[in-house]
T-cell receptor, first 113, second 114 residues
């Protein structure tokens, strides 16, 4: 079964600084990878996804992620963080011929002025 | 663009009561998924339906049941509620393509069991 690890529980970043959130997955073949963001009390919004092809994926709100098979990673990045990016970020993995997503524990991002 | 609709958004129940959560997928989406997110936890997959048939099952308690109707909306029925059932319940929908597809999540139903 596939699984996801998000090593960082909480990250604090200054507004305007860059942000990188780590995600490591466990799956025998090429997985389907997703990043979702959840603002307090809100639902999950899809930021970006990777199914195949170009390993650098662009998403909404200026986010990007890079799939690295050799490191089993799918890290999320943003060059310049805005205060509105404060939220919880979940990495998720799915497998071909499977329906469910398996989520990581999430990383909470705090943005300081 | 139309999104996934869930109702109610908030629900308060007593122990041992029943609850029904409803999910209306994005138009033309034929697959529905249910997830449970406990306080401070990541979402856990409960169950999914494709074309009104159960397509996958996760850690859903036997006290819970779900179905998908002909108009593709889905209902999650929860009986004999326990304090531990207090959580945020998400519904997601997708358009079936033969496997994992991009799932679009609704705003969730926050259930509080007292």
């Amino acid at each position: 079964a596939q699984s996801v690890t998000q090593p960082d529980i909480h990250i604090t970043v200054s507004e305007g600084a860059s942000l990188e959130l780590r995600c490591n997955y466990s799956y025998g073949a090429t997985p389907y990878l997703f990043w979702y963001v959840q603002s307090p009390g809100q639902g999950l919004q899809l930021l970006l996804k990777y199914f195949s092809g170009d390993t650098l994926v662009q998403g909404i709100k200026g986010f990007e992620a890079e799939f690295k098979r050799s490191q089993s990673s799918f890290n999320l990045r943003k060059p310049s963080v805005h205060w509105s990016d404060a939220a919880e970020y979940f990495c998720a993995v799915g497998a071909p011929n499977d329906y469910k997503l398996s989520f990581g524990a999430g990383t909470t991002v705090t943005v300081r002025a | 663009a139309a999104g996934v609709i869930q109702s109610p958004r908030h629900l308060i129940k007593e122990k041992r009561e029943t609850a029904t959560l409803k999910c209306y997928p994005i138009p033309r989406h034929d697959t529905v998924y249910w997830y449970q997110q406990g306080p401070g936890q990541d979402p856990q997959f409960l169950i999914s339906f494709y074309e009104k048939m159960q397509s996958d099952k996760g850690s859903i308690p036997d006290r819970f049941s779900a179905q998908q109707f002909s108009d593709y909306h889905s209902e999650l029925n929860m009986s004999s509620l326990e304090l531990g059932d207090s959580a945020l319940y998400f519904c997601a929908s997708s358009l079936y393509g033969g496997g994992v597809e991009t799932q679009y999540f609704g705003p969730g139903t926050r259930l509080l069991v007292l």
